[in-house]
């Protein structure tokens, strides 16, 4: 068994039941994923796709953690920003 000796210090949960994916939550979970494959990331921010969270009328919906902050309608646009805000880089001190 793998065992990771540090945890990310951000997670995404990107929704992709049937209503969110339908309105662009797939997409975002690829655009995350490729994010932070590029930024070289990968220890520090971790995307998961998801089911269905039940804000389907709200899609699509990123919910960031440990922040617990519920990002709903998230364009692509919003999906950098975010990835942007969880960077050590972008974070003040």
């Known amino acids: 068994m793998k065992h990771f000796s ?3 210090e951000c997670v995404f949960y990107v ?3 049937s209503k969110c994916k339908k309105s662009g939550g797939k997409q975002l979970y690829k655009q995350l994923k490729g994010e932070v494959k590029h930024r070289h990331l990968k ?9 269905c969270t039940d804000r389907c009328k709200m899609g699509p919906v990123i919910a960031v953690m440990p922040k617990n902050e ?8 919003m999906a950098v ?8 880089r972008h974070q003040k001190a």
Do not use: A, F
């Open 70 to 77: 519920w990002h709903l309608q998230v364009s692509e646009e």
């Open 6 to 8: 540090r945890s990310p």
């Open 15 to 17: 929704c992709c039941g």
């Open 81 to 88: 920003g975010l990835i942007n805000e969880c960077s050590p």
């Open 43 to 51: 220890r520090q921010v971790q995307v998961i796709k998801t089911g």
